[in-house]
Structure formats: C-alpha cells, structure tokens
C-alpha cells in the first residue's frame, strides 16, 4: 500500500511539473491556485510587516495593555477583506489602516511579488481605504491567450492581454483617438492587424492610409470603405472626410429641435444622441507610417504636406462628435516631422509603444503624460515582439501584449464581415477595388560573361 500511495504522489509531482513547464495556466487552474492561496495565508501578516505596510497599534491600546499588564499589541497590518481566485491570478482587497495610504501599497508591490512567490503584483485603489492587489500567478504574456468569452460594447473592442491577466480593450467612445508608435519587426503591424480584425465583426466603416503602396490593408480592402496607398491619394481621402464630417454636424444641428417641450437628454450633441435611423455611420481612420505622410523634398510636397497635417489635425479636433476616430500609427512621432505634429499628437489620448530604440521615441508616446511608461518602453527586450506599453491621459499605464495575428486570418474575418462594409457619401471614389492589381514583371540584370581565356 505504501509503495502504490508513493507512486501516486511521484505521478502528481511529475504530472504539476510538466503541466508547469508546457500549460502554465492548466497548472495554475489545477495546483497554482491552491498553493498560493495557502501561501498568501500563511505569510500575510509577516510579509505586510516585512514590507513596511503595517502601522502601530492604537494609543488606547497601548494604555489598556501597560495599566492591565498585558503584552504591547503588535503592530497591525491592512485588513484582508476578500481573496478572490482567477484564470491568471489571485485578487486581493485590502482594508487600509488609519495612516496608511494607496501609495504605500502601490510602492511596494515588487516587494510583495517577492515575498508571495508570484509572477506580478499590480495595486489600485477602489475607494478610500480600500485597495485591490492583482496578482499573477505566472507569465500571461509569453504565450497570450485571450478569454473565450469578452463582454462587448459598441465601440469597444479586446485588442490585447495585460500583464495582470485583464483584457485590454480599445474604447472608442471613451478614447477616440490614438497613437501606436514603434521600431521595426516590434509587433506593432500585428496590434493593428489585430485592431482590423475586431473592428470587422462591428457596424463601423474602415478608412485606411497606407504609403507603403498599400502592402499592410490591402490585403484587408472587403472590409474597407475606402482606402488610400500614396499620399496624393491620402490629400484626396482627408479632404472627402473632412466633406463627410461637415455633412455630419448639419444632420446633428437638423435634428437638435431644442424647445421647451425637448427634454435634457433627448438634446443631440453628437451622433450617439441621434436616433438609430438617422445615426451616421461610425468612422475608424488607420494611418499607417504617419511620417510617410509629414515627409517632403520639394515645394509641392511641402503644400501637400501642410494640407494632409492640418486635415489630421481638423479631424483628431473636431471628428469625434461627427462619430470619426483616428488611429495614428508609426516608428516614430515628433516635432522632428514638422510644424502641425505637435499638435495633433496633443489630440490623441490613447498611446502604445512596441520597443523602441531609442529614448526619445518613448519621450514622444509618454514623457507628457507618463513618464514612469518611457523606461518600460525602453526596457522591452527584441525577442518577445507584440509587447507594448498602454497608456492614456490620466497617467496610468501597463504592459499589454497582442495574441498573434496572422495575415491569413485578418483577411478571413475581414472577408467573413465583408457585408458589414458601408458605402460613405463623397467616399466611392476611394473605395478600393477587390481585384489584385497586376503584376508587374520582374526584370533580373544580366550577369556580365567572362571571356574565356586561351592558353
């Protein structure tokens, strides 16, 4: 009995192993979960007293215990008020004492990854006094595998993982514009094919800009209500948009009809505050290399330049009551590009960055609005491509990773939705065409023959 009890021990432990080292998340969901639950337990007290996160106890206390004769009372540590287990994680809510603070907690959260034997700790505050600690029970971005099931709204879709095993969504309605920025073969043409690929399966019409002759979306164009891949073509796209956003404000004026007999909420102010009927189609625009477009090397290109700028810059201002939102995307977004960029990088509230090379690069993404982000940036190593730094405008920020998309399968969802494509008013002649473009022959130099030598 003895021998067959030691057997089965010995098959759990190599069965925990290699479901460690090949499935981490099945070990977490079979064995992790259990360990460190026990082990956040037993250390708790001892790791908060370690960490700093205690304070001392009460004067009435240390009274009651000197007139009594009983031992001092320790110090005491936040209250534990729920232990919650995830896919990924664990999910501790913590009763801050009187004196302690959010900060506190927030500081030592690698400490605490230490103590706890955990992958990543992160901290946010729910309310006053109280204080929820994620963490990760092993590394949900090497191998990112996103949720079977994502609650979904209009207008937002699951684009990524974080690193504490959330959905990082891309809210359209809560950031309407973005940057993507980063250096080559960093993962930021697979985030965007990902971004494609959800936003096919919406009610929304496509707008791309690609430059690099339209190698990225063209592949995606059943989706797409128009497209453009050279920056002539993008002069003419923006200027149409432009046309459409102004049609867009007189329906919404057309509809206002505020009177006295007009309740509040009934005012329209953009086109979610229009009935179903009458609401325009909303409109996603993908840059792709925006600095494509900021380049030039003549007078011509310099005024063709200035109107693509100042179109951007229009849009990113005014496009998104009129239901127009921007992606930005491209290696690097500075005032190196020119006057107007500045200004148009001020309008986009949602920033990414895949690894860049270089400090300033990270500077442009996050030195104005989190500048703890640009060393994350910076310290993301070149082989785990698709790792990136979210941010926004309130100043915080974490590391998301995209699950990898392939070309094939953007364009199947793009051609599985490709009956959702609206068709824009003023916007036909930029809708592209689904037939290839031909092929151009490819003409190899001749090899120069050496004349044979005589003897």
Known sequence: MEW?????????VAVAGVLRWRRPAWYWLTFGVVLAAVRVLVRY??????????VPPPRWRLALARLTGRPVPQARAPRLLRMRPTRTGLVLRLGLRPGQDAFDVAASCDRLRHSFTMQGVTSREIRS???????TGYDVLKRVQMPAVVERFPMRVPVALREDGAVHFRDYRACPHALTIGATKSGKSVYQRNLVAELAALPVALVGIDCKQ???????????????????TADDLLGALLTHMEGVYQLIRAEQRITADVLDAEIAADIWDLPDHLRP??????????????LFSNKDEEKRRDRIITALVRLAQLGRAAGIYLEICGQRFGSELGKGITMLRAQLTG???????DETSANMAFGDIAPDAVLAAIQIPTDTPGIAVAGDATGGWHRIRAPHTTLR?????????AHLTPVLPGLDAFRPSVAP????PVVFPAQPVEAPTTA
């Open 437 to 440: 473009p031909a092929r151009p």
């Open 129 to 135: 006094g109280v204080v929820e600690l994620r963490m």
């Open 4 to 12: 067959l009890t030691a057997a089965v021990v010995l098959l759990v």
């Open 351 to 357: 920033r990414t960055a895949h690894r860049v090379n």
């Open 409 to 417: 399968q953007a364009v199947n969802a793009c051609n599985r939705h």
């Open 45 to 54: 007290t001892s790791v908060m007293e370690a960490c700093g996160l205690t």
């Open 281 to 294: 189609t909303p409109v996603v625009v993908l840059v792709d290399e925006v600095a494509e477009l900021a």
């Open 214 to 232: 339209g190698v990225e979306l063209y592949p995606l164009a059943r989706r797409f209500s128009a497209l453009a891949d050279n920056p002539d």
